[in-house]
């Protein structure tokens, strides 16, 4: 939830929203506030650059430029508006976007793709971040040994990355609390730092202004456009801004970026350009170059943590981003595990936590340096935040009620922008830029396919139901012999009768005193209000409908919503209550419409591997009965 809304006296509230903002920058801004690691070094020495005067103010005028207009009037102070009760990030801006598109269905076919890739795209900064951020902290070890074996860096940094993803399970509610410490003395000491150099050749400072930035590009030609592929690398953690939203509220994470992170930043950004106007030789690591030699272990050891702290806080988005993709119905169902009794938000999906460390050890292990890497790095970043900009004006359309004039300005402006680095970046797929995207190519295949495969089965289901309608009244004419208690049939289809119904009825020979046919509905919206949770219909005969809603940032369970049927007339005693379920068995037919062969097969194997459902709507297994059906797709 949201931390906007403060109450309280005026220091109670100042006291709060500073607590919140020094979490922000623990949380936050690990992974934008580690780019100054590898940024500069890699813009300024690729593809033939040197580090001449011309270069280096041009370079800085465009990460100065890029932090403004991008990260400080795009993500905090533009897309963080669009919050979807509160919460922030790709998939809650899709279902927000999507809200804004009902009646549509081409539009909103258009809008999901394009937020399910952005999403994939995501899970490629997932792996990159981890990868590109420890490998470039471990690599100060090269300028305290410089004859250091070329196989130490490495396997050093798969040490680190195995043992923070075998932290995982145990969460970050205790370590959390030191993170916002840990980065508030890393911003301190590169800001320090910078300052330093600063006071040395102070001219460096007018690289503020946006005429060298133009006058770089005007000189270099092709160069200076492939250097955009470099300076992205100082954005990457913008999109953590607006996905850890719901954790801290807009106020704390503005007044940290606004009054800490950015400052920060640009002294160190231009105190690594300072050093480089005096001693171009440098660039093979600027920023450990700063650093004074006394001070140069304990340089390395702090920017590990702080790489760590950067890698845990997009591992967590990602744990985050696939339960709301497995409540939206983008993902297949996988176990949760809480990791605070406190932090709702705070969770471990081990899949995506051994799928992120497989394919972290591939990257460091195939690319071998953070300068290898960055050429991996801008594509996933680019991709996302063009994909978020899109969704972002749909909302600022039919949401915000903007005129098509400002919209059409404000895209102008913003996607020209998104699109350039972008376009930098696809230059660099034969040099790396290729993992990221196959990596979210086959992510978005999966979430596509289970998508669409999941309306495939709900569509076979609807067409070979019994009309519910007649077979109440059949029931009524004939009856069985009706047995105590309460029978709860899971069912897509209210209109019709579940085959779990059907297949009681037909093999055990009775009906339960009282049915309930119940439909479960993930909105999309984080949070359901409390009026649209519950909505129960008397179908007659002791026949019930009773559909359930749950937001989608939230833990569905059936049996603590049924307790909460009382009050609205339909009351539930769990120990007297049985739950029935059909489990398909998905047949891949290509003799059927719907997807390619290959689709149906990999769908049919997501199904029987995917967590059932009654794990997942947290049904007890004492109370449950499961009766097989096939569904051909």
Known sequence: MSQDNLHGTDADIKRRLAALALGAIGVVYGDIGTSPLYTLQTTLSHDGMKPTPESIFGVLSLIFWAEIIV??????????????????????????????????????????????????????????????????????????????????????????????????????????????????????????????????????????????????????????????????????????????????????????????????????????????????????????????????????????????????????????????????????????????????????VPWVNTFLLVMVLIAVLGFRSSENLSAAYGIAVTGTMTVTTILALVVARYQWHWSRLTVAFAGLLLLAIDLSFLSANVIKIEYGGWFPLVLGVGVFIVMTTWRRGRELVVREIKQSGLALEPFIENVGEHPPLRVPGT?????????????????????????????????????????????????????????????????????????????????????????????????ETIIADERRPGMALWRDKLFAFMARNALPATAFFQIPGNRLIELGAQVEI
């Open 71 to 348: 990260v400080s009037l795009k993500y905090v102070v533009f897309i963080m508006r669009a919050d979807n009760k509160g919460e922030g990030g790709i998939m809650a801006l899709l279902a927000l976007a999507l809200r804004s598109a009902r009646g549509d269905a081409r539009m909103r076919w258009i809008l999901a793709i394009l937020g399910i890739f952005g999403a994939a795209l995501f899970y490629g900064d997932g792996v990159i971040t981890p990868a590109i951020s420890v490998l470039s902290a471990v690599e100060g070890m090269k300028v305290a040994v410089p004859d250091l074996p070329h196989w130490v860096i490495p396997v050093t940094s798969v040490v680190i990355l195995f043992l923070l993803f075998a932290l995982q399970r145990h969460g970050t509610e205790r370590v959390g609390k030191l993170f916002g410490p840990v980065m508030v003395i890393w911003f301190v000491v590169i800001a320090g730092l910078g300052v330093q150099m600063i006071a040395q050749n102070p001219h460096v400072l007018l690289a503020l202004n946006p005429m060298y930035g133009v006058k770089f590009f005007m000189s270099h030609g092709m160069q200076a456009f492939i250097a955009l592929g470099g300076v992205v690398l100082a954005l990457t953690g913008a999109e953590a801004l607006y996905a850890d939203m719901g954790h801290f509220g807009k106020k704390p994470i503005r007044l940290a970026w606004f009054g800490f992170v950015l400052p920060a930043l640009m002294l160190n950004y231009f105190g690594q350009g300072a050093l480089l106007l005096d001693h171009p030789d440098a660039i093979d690591n600027p920023f450990f170059k700063l650093v004074p030699k006394v001070m140069l272990y304990p340089m390395i050891g702090l920017a590990t943590i702080a790489t760590v702290i950067a890698s845990q806080a997009v591992i967590s988005g990602a744990f985050s981003m696939t339960r709301e993709a497995m409540s939206l119905g983008y993902s297949l169902r996988m176990p949760i595990v809480h990791t605070s009794r406190e932090m709702s938000g705070q969770i471990f």
């Open 487 to 583: 029978a709860v049939f899971l069912t897509a289809n209210q209109n019709a009768v579940p085959h779990a119904l059907l297949h009681n009825l037909k093999h055990n020979k009775v009906l339960h005193e009282r049915n309930v046919l119940l439909t479960v509905e993930m909105l999309e919206t984080p949070v359901a209000d409390a009026d649209e949770r519950i909505h129960i219909t008397s179908l007659g005969g002791d026949f019930y409908g009773l559909e359930l809603r749950f937001g989608f940032a939230e833990d569905p369970n059936i049996p603590q919503a049924l307790s909460r049927c009382s009050k609205a007339g339909l009351a539930f005693d769990m120990m007297d209550t049985t739950f029935f379920l059909s489990r």
